[in-house]
């Protein structure tokens, strides 16, 4: 089986800037789509940004001009890089993965989640 290790994530004031990596690890075939969610308080967790294998994103429409998803398919990492963070960031952040055992057999892993803080 696989799974998905957080790094980033903490306190970063309004304004400020982190960034979160995600380590897919295990045996698989492959990796299609990697993306990033997050859930606030009192909220459905809702898509941040996804990215293809061959490198295709979208954003939600909150994260358009401020983050910036990325992947190393050598690796098995995604990033994804918060900028002129708001209050309103503040949520519990989680990597998600499509990842193949084979090649016709799909599996969707999530990591932990990783709580990030801004403060006003």
Not at 20 to 37: D, E, H, K
Not at 49 to 77: C, L, V
Request: proline content about 2%; charged content about 20%; overall charge positive.
């Amino acid at each position: 089986m696989s799974s998905c290790r957080r790094l980033g994530g903490g306190l970063a004031q309004a304004g400020g800037s982190l960034r979160l990596s995600c380590v897919v690890s295990g045996s698989f075939f492959g990796i299609n789509s990697m993306g990033w969610y997050r859930q606030a308080p009192e909220k459905q967790r809702e898509l941040v940004a996804d990215i293809t294998r061959g490198g295709i994103t979208e954003y939600a429409d909150s994260a358009k001009g401020r983050f910036t998803i990325s992947r190393d398919n050598a690796k098995n990492t995604i990033y994804l890089q918060m900028s002129s963070l708001k209050p309103e960031d503040t949520a519990v952040y989680y990597c998600n993965a499509h990842v193949y055992s084979d090649p016709y057999t799909g599996m969707e892993y999530w990591g932990k989640g990783t709580l990030v803080t801004v403060s006003s």
